[in-house]
């Protein structure tokens, strides 16, 4: 059984020594602990600090591609290299080390296969209130979304089996941490939360650069989760809100009309008419929306089955040619 951690890291030379000098090195249930970092286009010593505390494996982007893309690289780079369990951490020290073998327990017990490490988000000091009520807002969205009980859905403390990591994708550039376990709720996987600890405070979010973009950029990635993942109740909600002011519209003016309220019945009233037929429309066209999208929703799963089956047939070959190699130098 073979565990890797895996951190992404964008300009981390500050705080990377500090993490990886808390990283295990054995734990219980666990062969073979290994840690793996994405040098996300950093442009300091964090590919130095890493080779000098001893990192196993590097994955090196030439550019800066933002955290889920570089996320995703590890997790690529973490199945290549034979990983059984992947634990995701921050290379700012944020999360407390000594609750790896608590974030993966569930896994080891054959009771989870994506565990999210659930922070104590009220009584962190340096999370303003507004921050504080998008983290419950976000992972609110989640639970409904993905039909998880998740607290802590933006926690990036999470670890996964090789199975769960296999089907995984992110599409979102901002982040992967919502999409991830909407994607597992979707495909059937069992997802849990552990409550875990968080160390001290070093160095502001690398993520959430102002209040403001942090608000947009949450917005943005809760609508597309829902236009991707849910499109038909997405566009039937939205739908509905034009569909129902063109339909009270329309009543008004049909009593209108019949000359059950007010005091002109022979007044034709045509714009209050072309606007409800309007608005009703608009509503019809929205639910359209939603079905067509729905079916593509179904092709796009076919698609992920595809590339699964192809996931699965490179991981196994990739270390069947591995064990070749080892077969061939042992004779």
């Not at 419950?136 to 998880?148: E, P, Y």
Request: proline share 5%; charged share 20%; aromatic share 8%.
């Amino acid at each position: 059984m073979k565990l890797i951690i895996q951190i992404p890291c964008y300009n981390e030379e500050a705080t990377l020594g500090l993490t990886l000098s808390e990283l295990p090195r054995q734990l219980t249930g666990i062969d073979q602990v290994e840690w793996l970092i994405i040098n996300d286009g950093s442009r300091d010593r964090t590919l130095e600090v890493a080779q000098a505390c001893g990192v196993d494996h590097i994955v090196d982007l030439q550019s800066n591609q933002g955290l889920a893309r570089g996320f995703m690289a590890g997790i690529e780079a973490c199945l290549k290299a034979g990983a059984d369990i992947i634990v995701n951490t921050d290379a700012d020290n944020q999360y407390c080390a000594a609750d790896i073998p608590k974030l993966i327990a569930p896994i080891l017990e054959g009771n989870a296969e994506i565990v999210i490490g659930a922070r104590p988000i009220p009584d962190i000091p340096h999370f303003s209130p507004i921050k504080k009520l998008l983290q419950k807002l976000g992972s609110s969205v989640v639970r409904l979304a993905s039909k998880t009980n998740i607290p802590d859905a933006p926690s990036g403390f999470r670890a996964m089996s090789r199975e769960a990591a296999l089907r995984l994708n992110v599409f979102n550039e901002y982040t992967y941490t919502l999409e991830t376990i909407i994607q597992a709720g979707q495909r059937g996987l069992v997802v849990t939360s552990v409550p875990i600890r968080i160390n001290g405070y070093l160095r502001p979010s690398r993520l959430v650069k102002s209040i403001t973009a942090y608000i947009q950029h949450s917005i943005v990635t809760i609508v597309r989760i829902f236009m991707t993942y849910r499109p038909l109740q997405f566009f039937m909600m939205l739908g509905s809100v034009p569909f129902g002011l063109g339909f009270l519209l329309c009543c008004r003016w049909l009593l209108l009309f019949w000359g059950i309220i007010g005091d002109n019945p022979a007044k034709p009233r045509v714009p209050s008419l072309i606007l409800a037929a309007m608005l009703i429309i608009i509503g019809f066209q929205l639910w359209l929306f939603g079905l067509i999208a729905d079916l593509m929703g179904v092709n796009r799963q076919l698609l992920e089955d595809i590339q699964l089956r192809l996931r699965r047939k490179d991981f196994e070959s990739h270390h069947s040619k591995k064990s070749d190699r080892q077969k061939d130098t042992v004779y």
